[in-house]
T-cell receptor, first 115, second 114 residues
Framework: GAGVSQSPSNKVTEKGKDVELRCDPI?????LYWYRQSLGQGLEFLIY????????KSGLPSDRFSAERTGGSVSTLTIQRTQQEDSAVYLC?????????????FGSGTRLTVV | AQSVTQPDIHITVSEGASLELRCNYS??????LFWYVQSPGQGLQLLLK??????LVQGIKGFEAEFKRSQSSFNLRKPSVHWSDAAEYFC????????????FGQGTELSVKP
């Protein structure tokens, strides 16, 4: 597609439920990144996929968070047993080969509210 | 460790006035530096970026930023602010050997008064 697509745009879930957030990157972009934007916390890196390499998971805040990228394209971020502190906007970005941060395109994000 | 500091959480300027948003970074080598803007309910839009070359970088919407290595700063400027510039502004730094992940500052919220 023309841009990075994220779905759903908004998600309200009950505490303790699992949620899945989807990111569809720009076609041909080999790198995919997830970030979290919390109120008062700014933007923080969560996880990074580059081609077929092992993902960089160094930013995941707990083992309740996981992500996968199927076929080098679509990525799903899963949060298990959601907590209220997980409420945030989750942003996805993709980048073309060799560009890294220099070639980011961000999606519009998924706003997650845990009640 | 890399870090980015935006000292001003909130700034208010009058329409037509000049603007400078401050950004300081901590990084051991020559950094990749970025400014992004986020309007309410919108995603992040890249304003400008710097890696090497001319230390004064021109961006979109009339913004510019100057890289000052001696001060570890990358301040964003605009000579005349428009009401539509009201948004949140994020400075970020990246290292290429970490795959391009970005470290963001906390953001500066800009309000524009008539």
């Amino acid at each position: 597609g023309a841009g990075v697509s994220q779905s759903p745009s908004n998600k309200v879930t009950e505490k303790g439920k699992d949620v899945e957030l989807r990111c569809d990157p720009i076609s041909g972009h080999t790198a995919l990144y997830w970030y979290r934007q919390s109120l008062g916390q700014g933007l923080e890196f969560l996880i990074y996929f580059q081609g077929n390499s092992a993902p960089d998971k160094s930013g995941l805040p707990s083992d309740r968070f996981s992500a996968e990228r199927t076929g080098g394209s679509v990525s799903t971020l899963t949060i298990q047993r959601t907590q209220q502190e997980d409420s945030a906007v989750y942003l996805c970005a993709s980048s073309s080969p060799g560009q890294g941060a220099y070639g980011y395109t961000f999606g519009s994000g998924t706003r997650l509210t845990v009640v | 460790a890399q870090s980015v500091t935006q000292p001003d959480i909130h700034i208010t300027v009058s329409e037509g006035a000049s603007l400078e948003l401050r950004c300081n970074y901590s990084y051991g080598a020559t950094p990749y530096l970025f400014w992004y803007v986020q309007s309410p309910g919108q995603g992040l839009q890249l304003l400008l970026k710097y890696f090497s070359g001319d230390t004064l970088v021109q961006g979109i919407k009339g913004f510019e930023a100057e890289f000052k290595r001696s001060q570890s700063s990358f301040n964003l400027r605009k000579p005349s602010v428009h009401w539509s510039d009201a948004a949140e502004y994020f400075c970020a730094v990246a290292s290429y050997n970490q795959g391009g992940k970005l470290i963001f500052g906390q953001g500066t919220e800009l309000s524009v008064k008539p």
